[in-house]
């Protein structure tokens, strides 16, 4: 079973980037496709960005363009670059990871098995 943990959130300003970091242990991260989820409260679980074993990459429509995001399988981690962020962006931003999903399956938060604690992301106007 693979724990996972985030970091790299925080306060930053309209236009700013960030690079939010997933680290996986107790299993190898080339075990799991992987995926980013933002939450706000009140809202559900939204999905931000997905990358496969093969590296093959999907993102949510609010994010195509100015998020990417990346695999390290030697460091265990995952990443999401976040560029030219907006205050829409603000959320709690979880890492997910399950072993390999159909394609139908990425973009949904329950058909993750796995997912971290979440670190805040707050963009000021």
């Known amino acids: 079973q693979v724990q996972l943990a985030e970091s790299g959130g925080g306060l930053v300003q309209t236009g700013d980037s960030l690079r939010l970091s997933c680290a996986a242990s107790?299993?190898?991260?080339?075990?799991?496709?992987m995926a980013w989820f933002r939450q706000v409260p009140g809202k559900e679980r939204e999905f931000v960005a997905a990358?496969?074993?093969?590296?093959?990459?999907y993102y949510g429509d609010p994010v195509k363009d100015r998020f990417t995001m990346s695999r390290d399988n030697s460091k265990n981690t995952a990443y999401l670059q976040m560029n030219s962020l907006k205050v829409e962006d603000s959320a709690v931003y979880f890492c997910?990871?399950?072993?390999?999903?159909?394609?139908?399956?990425?973009?949904?938060?329950?058909?993750?098995?796995?997912w971290g604690q979440g670190t805040q992301v707050t963009v000021s106007s």
């Open positions: 997910a990871g399950s072993r390999t999903l159909i394609l139908s399956q990425l973009r949904r938060a329950d058909a993750y098995h796995y």
């Open positions: 107790g299993r190898p991260l080339n075990d799991y496709d």
């Open positions: 990358i496969r074993r093969s590296r093959h990459t």
